[in-house]
């Protein structure tokens, strides 16, 4: 029986772009309105906040864009106060000056940073347990498939060396369509044929960037 997990995958592998970028990415958009809708005042959140002095500076700009000052107000409000404090004791300054170097590594494991970890390992680990599948290996074929770091997340994972033959056969053959399409980008932007317009390689250039790097913001 199939279950949930396995249709969201689905669904993310039959849109563009890395399947698991587009997973991590609604995921963590959804956490992130939800915690400012409801969970900014949870005493459990907050306090797994201070313990981390906050966020990453990847995920507080995404937190920022969803324009909810109230909420990031409350929740900064107690972040300057906890930073204040440690600037305060002065006598002792270089403990002062550690402590607030430890913060910076804690930030850069924010509670989102977590999040989008266990996502990650969730969705790989339904991929791998269900790559049998006839219709997800279709649409999977047919797909843009993994970004690179997604897809060495994944190989690392298999304990098939099969699998792991046939997933880089399949990734090797869309890079091969993409440099194809790269090429013809190339050749267009030549005055002698440049009249002649561009078709689907039109983006290729983008896709080549997110292909090998993954979605803006991800890493």
Same mark, same amino acid.
């Given at each position: 029986?199939?279950?949930?997990?396995?249709?969201?995958?689905?669904?993310?592998?039959?849109?563009?772009?890395?399947?698991? $970028?587009?997973?991590?990415?609604?995921?963590?958009? *959804? !956490?992130? =309105?939800? @915690?400012?809708?409801?969970? +900014?005042?949870?005493?459990?959140?907050?306090?797994?906040?201070?313990?981390?002095?906050?966020? $990453?500076?990847?995920?507080?700009?995404?937190?920022? *864009? !969803?324009? =909810?000052? @109230?909420?990031?107000?409350? +929740?900064?409000?107690?972040?300057?106060?906890?930073?204040?404090?440690?600037?305060?004791?002065?006598?002792?300054?270089?403990?002062?000056?550690?402590?607030?170097?430890?913060?910076?590594?804690?930030?850069?494991?924010?509670?989102?940073?977590?999040?989008?970890?266990?996502?990650?390992?969730?969705?790989?680990?339904?991929?791998?347990?269900?790559?049998i599948d006839s219709e997800l290996k279709y649409h999977y074929k047919n797909s843009f498939g993994f970004c690179i770091p997604h897809l060495l997340t994944t190989i690392n994972k298999f304990k098939n060396r099969k699998a792991i033959e046939?997933?880089?056969?399949?990734?090797?053959?869309?890079?091969?369509?993409?440099?194809?399409?790269?090429?013809?980008?190339?050749?267009?932007?030549?005055?002698?044929?440049?009249?002649?317009?561009?078709?689907?390689?039109?983006?290729?250039?983008?896709?080549?960037?997110?292909?090998?790097?993954?979605?803006?913001?991800?890493?």
């Open positions: 029986m199939k279950h949930t997990p396995y249709y969201n995958l689905l669904d993310a592998i039959k849109e563009k772009g890395c399947l698991v $970028c587009s997973l991590i990415r609604k995921s963590t958009h *959804k !956490f992130m =309105d939800d @915690f400012l809708y409801e969970s +900014v005042n949870d005493p459990g959140l907050r306090k797994e906040i201070r313990e981390s002095y906050g966020f $990453c500076n990847r995920h507080v700009w995404q937190l920022q *864009k !969803f324009g =909810d000052g @109230f909420g990031i107000s409350i +929740v900064y409000e107690d972040l300057a106060q906890l930073i204040n404090k440690k600037l305060g004791k002065t006598d002792d300054l270089p403990a002062v000056i550690k402590d607030l170097n430890k913060t910076r590594k804690l930030k850069n494991n924010c509670m989102f940073c977590r999040q989008e970890k266990d996502v990650e390992n969730r969705y790989v680990s339904v991929f791998i347990e269900n790559l046939e997933i880089i056969a399949i990734e090797s053959e869309k890079i091969s369509g993409l440099i194809a399409e790269l090429n013809e980008f190339q050749r267009k932007h030549d005055y002698r044929f440049s009249k002649e317009g561009f078709g689907k390689e039109g983006d290729s250039w983008i896709r080549a960037i997110e292909k090998l790097e993954g979605k803006g913001g991800m890493f």
